[in-house]
C-alpha cells in the first residue's frame, strides 16, 4: 500500500504527518521524495548507510557529424539546445545548456547525422538507510539543478509495494508534486484551517483528483484560523482524517526534530486509527470500482 | 547592418525594453536602408530558456548588434557564438538608441549583465 503526503505549501506540517504516521505503524518503508529539502532523516533518525548518484541522459555534439541543421533546437521543447549555423568565414556552433535538459532523448533521436551522444550528468543523490524495521530512501537534488522529477522517479524506483509504503511528497502543486504522488493508493494532505491554507487546499485537491487518487484531509494547527477549511471538506465530501492542535511544545519539539509520538505515546494510536481510516476508504474505493 | 532593439512598443519612438529574452518586441534596423520591422517576441512567456530562444531569433533574422538593458548568461552565450555584439545599459527611445549607436556612444558587453531568469516577472 503506497500512502503519499503532500501539501499545497510548505510548511503546513507535512513531513511531520508523514514522520508520525511511519513510526506508528510496521513493516514501513519510507521514501522523502521532497528532494529540494529532504528533511525527513532528520526526525526519523535514520542512519544512512549507501548512496547512489541520480543522473540523467543529456546530450553531447560530436561536431564533426555535424552540419549545424538546427533540428535537435526545434525538436527540444525545454529550449536545452541552441544551434548557430555557420556564416562569413565564422564556424557554427551547438550550444548546450544542461541545467535546462530532462533527457528526454528527442534530439538524440531525431538527429539526421547521428552527431549526438547521452552521457550521464548527476542532478542529483540518493541515500538509503534504516531505522529499526523502517526502510528509509530519500533523494536530495543538487544544488543549482532544477530537475527534481527525475530524481524523485529514481526514488521511487525501488518502492516495495508489500509493504507500508509512505510517500512525503515535495509542497506545492506542479509537476514534481504530481511524479512523487503519482501511482500512490491514497493521498493524505495536511493543511492549516487559514485563507492561505485553503486556497492551496483547494489546488491540491484539483491535482490528486486529477491522477484518480483518493484523498482525505489532515488539519495541522487545528484550533488556531477559522472553519472554512472544514466547510469547504464537507462540501467537497473530502473526509477530515485528523486534527492537531496547535501546542507550544508540539513546535518546540519539532524545532529540536523530536517526533510527536516519541514524546506523547497518545499520539501512536491517533496515528494508527488516521491509518484504519485511510484502509477503510481504500477499501471502499476499491469495492465500488 | 542590422540592429536589433529590445523595445516595449513597435515603433522608433516607443522605450527600449530593458529586458531581453523578455521583451515585448524586437525592432530590426537596417542601418543601410532606414527600414525598420517589428516582431513580437514569442518567446516572453516561456518558464526557461526565453533568452535562448530569443537570441536565435536575433541570429535567424541577420542582426549583428543587440541593444537592450540587460542581458543574463545563456542569451549572451548565443549571441556571442553567433558573433552578435550586445550593448547593454540602453535606455530611452529606440530612435535614441541608433542614434546613439551611430555617434559610437556605446561599447559592447563582454559578459552577461544579470543572473538567469531575472527578466522573469513575480507570477
Ligand atoms: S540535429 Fe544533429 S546535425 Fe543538426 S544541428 Fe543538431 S546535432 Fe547538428
Ligand atoms: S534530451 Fe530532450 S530536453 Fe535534453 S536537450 Fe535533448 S531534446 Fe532537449
Not at chain 1, 568565414?89 to 550550444?95: A, E, F, M, W
Amino acid at each position: 500500500m503506497i500512502i503519499a503526503i503532500a501539501s499545497g505549501k510548505g510548511g503546513t506540517g507535512k513531513t511531520t504527518v508523514a514522520v508520525n504516521l511511519a513510526l506508528s505503524l510496521d513493516n514501513v518503508q519510507f521514501l522523502d521524495c521532497d528532494v529540494e529539502e529532504p528533511n525527513a532523516h532528520i526526525f526519523l533518525k535514520s542512519h544512512l548507510s549507501r548512496a547512489e548518484s541520480a543522473v540523467i541522459p543529456v546530450p553531447e555534439i560530436d561536431e564533426s557529424k555535424c552540419t549545424y541543421c538546427g533540428t535537435c533546437r526545434d525538436v527540444c521543447a525545454y529550449h536545452a539546445l541552441a544551434v548557430v549555423p555557420a556564416s562569413e568565414g565564422r564556424k557554427g556552433s551547438v550550444l548546450n545548456f544542461p541545467h535546462l535538459c530532462h533527457g528526454c532523448g528527442a534530439c538524440r533521436l531525431l538527429c539526421p547525422n547521428g552527431a549526438i551522444r547521452e552521457v550521464n550528468k548527476e542532478i542529483g543523490r540518493i541515500e538509503f538507510g534504516a531505522r529499526d524495521g523502517m526502510e528509509f530512501i530519500h533523494g536530495r537534488l543538487n544544488i543549482g539543478e532544477a530537475m527534481s522529477p527525475p530524481v524523485i522517479r529514481q526514488v521511487k524506483y525501488y518502492i516495495k509495494p508489500a509493504r507500508i509504503v509512505i510517500i512525503d511528497a515535495p509542497p506545492g502543486t506542479s509537476c514534481p508534486v504530481i511524479t512523487a504522488v503519482k501511482g500512490s493508493d491514497f493521498c493524505i494532505l495536511v493543511t492549516e484551517p487559514t485563507p492561505f491554507g485553503l486556497n492551496d487546499l483547494v489546488l491540491a485537491v484539483e491535482v490528486v483528483r486529477k491522477l484518480n487518487i483518493p484523498c482525505g484531509v489532515v488539519i495541522n494547527r487545528a484550533d488556531i484560523g477559522d472553519g472554512k477549511v472544514e466547510a469547504y471538506c464537507r462540501s467537497e465530501s473530502i473526509p477530515v482524517l485528523m486534527k492537531i492542535p496547535f501546542k507550544r511544545e508540539i513546535a518546540a519539539w519539532y524545532s529540536e526534530g523530536i517526533p510527536l509520538v516519541e514524546r506523547d505515546a497518545a499520539y501512536r494510536q491517533t496515528f494508527i486509527n488516521l491509518y484504519i481510516t485511510i484502509c477503510g476508504i481504500i477499501n471502499e474505493t476499491n469495492s465500488c470500482c | 547592418m542590422k540592429l536589433c532593439i529590445t523595445c516595449v512598443g513597435k515603433t522608433l519612438d516607443s522605450s527600449v525594453d530593458p529586458r531581453f529574452g523578455r521583451c515585448g518586441n524586437f525592432i530590426f534596423f537596417d542601418t543601410d536602408t532606414g527600414v525598420f520591422t517589428a516582431v513580437e517576441n514569442g518567446n516572453a512567456q516561456f518558464p526557461g530558456g526565453a533568452g535562448i530562444q530569443s537570441a536565435q531569433a536575433v541570429i535567424a533574422q541577420g542582426a549583428k548588434a543587440v541593444f537592450t538593458g540587460n542581458i543574463g548568461p545563456n542569451a549572451h552565450r548565443v549571441l556571442s557564438a553567433g558573433g552578435i555584439e550586445v550593448f547593454i545599459g540602453v535606455a530611452g527611445t529606440v530612435q535614441e538608441a541608433i542614434e546613439g549607436y551611430k555617434n559610437g556612444r556605446y561599447t559592447a558587453a563582454e559578459r552577461p549583465s544579470v543572473g538567469e531568469k531575472s527578466g522573469m516577472s513575480a507570477g
